[in-house]
């Protein structure tokens, strides 16, 4: 995604975000915003006035789960904004460390939290394979997946000193 995209998508993000009338019902539902920093309130009229969103923090704070999406009453796309939002400042080199970390271990592993040797001793005890029917089991797979990563990119996303 180049500047002039990027740049595309916060404008039409952000007039989505116009008939925003800060009644909070997205804050008060959120289940994120009660353990962490995030309110998506403010989120949500950052982005319809300055391009600081991007560099805030608690963009990374959401959970995805569109409770606030769904209870909107001016049924705003709150999730869906904060996904593209996100998506610019990835581009833009501004991801945290732990995600940047796992999506290293997905482009690895093939998995976001790939198995260890407790786990297979676990799965054996309960009578199960040690490894579970995915790319842990087929290396074949792994490289298709790492394939198609790689052909969108993902590998020079995430990778180390992307930070801006
Ligand atoms: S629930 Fe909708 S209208 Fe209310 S503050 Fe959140 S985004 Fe704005
Ligand atoms: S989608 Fe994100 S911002 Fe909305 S309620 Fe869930 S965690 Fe909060």
Redesign the pocket.
């Known amino acids: 995604m180049d500047q002039t995209d990027a740049a595309n998508v916060l404008k039409d993000v952000s007039s989505e975000l116009l008939t925003c009338m800060q009644c909070g019902t997205?804050s008060g539902?959120?289940?994120?915003?009660r353990y962490t920093s995030?309110v998506?309130r403010k989120?949500v009229r950052m982005a319809r006035v300055n391009k600081r969103v991007l560099k805030d923090i608690n963009l990374w704070?959401?959970?995805?789960?569109?409770?606030?999406?769904e209870r909107c009453p001016r049924q705003i796309k709150?999730?869906d904004a904060?996904l593209a939002i996100r998506t610019i400042t990835v581009h833009d080199g501004c991801i945290l460390p732990e995600h940047r970390r796992v999506s290293q271990l997905v482009l690895q592993y093939g998995h976001a939290v790939p198995i260890n040797d407790a786990v297979k001793q676990k799965r054996k005890k309960l009578g199960m394979e040690a490894l579970p029917e995915t790319v842990h089991k087929y290396p074949d797979a792994l490289l298709d997946v790492q394939t198609i990563l790689k052909s969108c990119k993902f590998d020079e996303l995430v990778a180390e000193g992307q930070e801006e």
């Open positions: 997205c539902s959120c289940p994120s915003g995030m998506t989120i704070m959401c959970t995805t789960c569109y409770t606030c999406q709150i999730t904060i």
